[in-house]
Nanobody
Framework: QVQLVESGGGLVQAGGSLRLSCAAS????????MGWFRQAPGKEREFVAA????????SYADSVKGRFTISRDNAKNTVYLQMNSLKPEDTAVYYC??????????????????????WGQGTQVTVSS
């Protein structure tokens, strides 16, 4: 059974930092893109960051560029999201996503949610002002 399990969310003051982790099991995703998305209350899910299979290409939403960093450790089948200078508008449930089968060793990061086959259950991030 494939599982993506996020961790590292929580409550933080504006300007603070959090590091999210997403550990995958049941399949090896080292040859496929992975990404982070978020959904705030009353809003649609939106793209946050993505990384290609070997970490050579990353992509970010304009709203997080320069503050968030995505990385991966293929040996651990894990993707991370380092979030710095957090703002109240970053408050949302954060989901990691993994492709398996569509984009084998793609050179660039994938931003479209529909390209991802597997999703985690989400972790809440709340930023207080």
């Amino acid at each position: 059974q494939v599982q993506l399990v996020e961790s590292g969310g929580g409550l933080v003051q504006a300007g603070g930092s959090l590091r999210l982790s997403c550990a995958a099991s049941g399949r090896t995703f080292s040859n496929y893109p992975m990404g982070w998305f978020r959904q705030a209350p009353g809003k649609e899910r939106e793209f946050v960051a993505a990384i290609n299979w070997n970490g050579g290409s990353t992509s970010y939403a304009d709203s997080v560029k320069g503050r968030f960093t995505i990385s991966r450790d293929n040996a651990k089948n894990t993707v991370y999201l380092q979030m710095n200078s957090l703002k109240p508008e970053d408050t949302a449930v954060y989901y990691c996503a993994a492709d398996w089968g569509r984009n084998y060793r793609l050179d660039y990061a994938v931003k479209e949610g529909r390209q991802y086959e597997y999703w985690g259950q989400g972790t809440q991030v709340t930023v207080s002002s």
